[in-house]
């Protein structure tokens, strides 16, 4: 099955700068790649998703970016803000109608 | 948007008991609906695939007669946790795909305390 790794585990950054996670898949078959942002007690929440026939997506401060041959993917967040504080979680999947595979997750906090 | 909806969203039991948590699909209709847990400061895991009209599909490791499905209706799946233990606390979130995009949509989570 897919298996998804997820670093770095945690990250601080100062308010402003540019926080970047990283994910591998296993699975060359996989074609949908979501982004997850997900606050203490609550549901995850979609931030941006990707596709495999792109190779980078991006929405206001925040951009994806797919590399296949390497079956790795990254989130970027520019001018981090408070709110920016959160865990993220990659996750792959076939199809998109399909289970997802979640990586780990990240802690991100945003240093005022 | 598409919506999906839990209850209970928290729930206190005594070991031994069972107790059956709700999925609902309120603005759209989901054959495939898929369940997972999430213990504190960890991924989500999928435990299985509630499919409407048959059984559900299990992931590896997942105790089948302990965690009930059912997907009776195509808006309706529900997870019964049976002779529940402290080990089962954890937080459960039911999510189901949309018909037009890829995106997954997610019910708010249960969380189950067993003491």
């Known amino acids: 099955g897919e298996n998804v790794e997820q670093h770095p585990s945690t990250l601080s950054v100062q308010e402003g700068d540019s926080a970047v996670i990283k994910c591998t898949y296993s699975?060359?078959?996989?074609?949908?790649f979501p982004w997850y942002k997900q606050e203490l007690g609550k549901r995850p929440q979609l931030i941006i998703d990707i596709r495999s026939n792109v190779g980078e997506k991006k929405d206001q401060r925040i951009a994806v970016t797919l590399n296949k041959t390497a079956k790795h993917f990254s989130l970027h967040i520019t001018e981090t803000q408070p709110e920016d504080s959160a865990v993220y979680f990659c996750a792959a999947s076939n199809f998109g109608n399909e289970k997802l595979t979640f990586g780990t997750g990240t802690r991100l906090t945003i240093i005022p | 948007g598409a919506v999906v909806s839990q209850h209970p969203s928290w729930v206190i039991c005594k070991s031994g008991t069972s107790v059956k948590i709700e999925c609902r699909s309120l603005?759209?209709?989901?054959?495939?609906m898929f369940w997972y847990r999430q213990f504190p400061k960890q991924s989500l895991m999928l435990m299985a695939t509630s499919n409407e009209g048959s059984k559900a599909t299990y992931e590896q490791g997942v105790e089948k007669d302990k965690f009930l499905i059912n997907h009776a209706s195509l808006t309706l799946s529900t997870l019964t946790v049976t002779s529940a233990h402290p080990e089962d606390s954890s937080f459960y979130i039911c999510s189901a795909p949309g018909t037009v995009s890829y995106e997954q949509y997610f019910g708010p989570g249960t969380r189950l305390t067993v003491t």
């Open positions: 603005d759209f209709q989901a054959t495939t």
């Open positions: 699975d060359s078959a996989s074609n949908y």
